[in-house]
């Protein structure tokens, strides 16, 4: 079974750049032809995607975000990690972390979610 569990700050200032760790156990985020992802869900919104690390260790991030949007991972310790710049309010949501198949390109776990507040 794998579970991902999110962390990071729960207050961020504006300017500021968010950090969120994704912690994975029962699976290994080098396996083959899974995909790594960050998304988030803004108060009475829907999902939005952030972008994803692969298998292989490459990113793809959303057109809209892709100018502040880090992702990264750390092998050693299966975690993986979300860095986005220049937050502002509107980038207040619940960030979740999950993992994608390669084969059927959908979500087969997820994190809780952590809640990001942007606020001074």
């Known amino acids: 079974q794998v579970q991902l569990q999110e962390s990071g700050p729960g207050l961020v200032k504006p300017s500021q750049t968010l950090s969120l760790t994704c912690t994975v156990s029962g699976g290994s985020i080098t396996a083959l032809r899974y995909y790594w992802s960050w998304v988030r869900q803004p108060p009475g919104k829907g999902l939005e995607w952030i972008g994803y690390?692969?298998?292989?260790?490459?990113?793809y991030y959303s057109p809209s975000l892709k100018s502040r949007t880090s992702i990264s991972r750390n092998t050693s310790n299966n975690h993986f990690y979300l860095q986005l710049s220049s937050m502002t309010p509107e980038d207040t949501a619940v960030y979740y972390c999950?993992?994608?198949?390669?084969?059927?390109?959908?979500?087969?776990?997820w994190g809780q979610g952590t809640q990001v507040t942007v606020s001074s």
């Open positions: 999950d993992r994608v198949s390669g084969s059927s390109w959908s979500s087969d776990y």
């Open positions: 690390i692969s298998y292989l260790g490459n990113t």
